[in-house]
């Protein structure tokens, strides 16, 4: 299915762009917004028709859960069943870039298609101050993936949003580029705490709060929560992980004291790689279709976020 073509609205961070984008969410239209992490593609969580065309305009398999965004812990409550663990990172680390999955409660009144017919949802209390004024004043909760075409590059800026998906959504809130520049982490509970996807947040704070190591989950036990398909993040050329150099033909995408096409971090910072994760990905997907190796990151703190991302980017094409 083809999304329909329209003409998609670029709106500033200001009082009359934050008040439009919130009434085309109301209206049933699909607004990409900047959060901390990177840009969402937001619906009205409530509305079937508004969160079917997320998956149309995405291009987004159907079984693939969305996460809903909510302004306020509270807001979250009336929508899951939080246990102790739960209240306890919901505490320590919203707003912010991590998402939990609870259990979906019987009067959420959310669309099933958020939840893709699981009996649970992804929650995220953002922390851009953007998102939480458009998330105020449309006042739903708001089912918003990475706003790009399924399997590719995740936004970290507005005129990435508007280069994948200009024309099949009605705007684009230009909230400038986004600081951590990987998607949220992901938690679960089935019943103890499970990593579902590692992200913005690390994994060694998730712990320290609970005092517990995280199981975390496997490959081959189906799709829980978002992101967590095995191809994605996908540029068009093919690559290669943990290149030492490039070889002839190739282009390097560095990490630390390396020559390359384009360096994630040459100082070896890992919050700085992050950020330019997907910036540096989309130039290098816009400059051709020549191989891209790509520099060993260390898999700590947020480079396990990273090297999540880039393994799926570097996964044969499903």
Known sequence: MTAKIMQTELLQADDAGIARAATLLNAGGLVSFPTETVYGLGANARDDVAVARIYEAKGRPSFNPLIVHVPTLEAARALAVFDDQAERLAGAFWPGPLTLV????????????????????????????????????????????????????????????????????????????????????????????????????????????????????????????????????????????????????????????????????????????AANLFRHLHTLDAGGDAPIAVSPVPDHGLGRAINDRLRRAAAPRV
């Open 102 to 273: 609870l259990p979906l409660k019987e009067d959420a009144g959310l669309s099933p298609l958020v939840s893709a017919g699981l009996a649970t949802v992804a929650l995220r209390v953002p922390e851009h101050p953007l998102a939480q004024n458009l998330l105020t004043r449309a006042g739903v909760p708001v089912a918003a993936p990475s706003a790009n075409p399924s399997g590719r590059i995740s936004p970290t800026q507005a005129d990435h949003v508007m280069a994948g998906l200009s024309g099949r959504i009605e705007a684009v809130l230009d909230g400038g580029t986004c600081g951590v520049g990987v998607e949220s982490t992901i938690v679960g509970f089935a019943p103890h705490p499970v990593l579902l996807r590692a992200g913005g947040l690390p994994v060694e704070a998730i712990t320290a709060c609970l005092g517990a190591p995280l199981s975390v989950h496997a490959q081959g036990d189906g799709v829980t929560a978002p992101g967590q398909l095995a191809s994605h993040y996908a540029p068009t050329a093919a690559m290669r992980l943990n290149a030492d150099r490039a070889r002839p033909g190739e282009r390097l995408l560095g990490f630390g004291a390396v020559e390359a096409d384009l360096n994630l971090s040459p100082s070896g910072d890992l919050v700085e790689a």
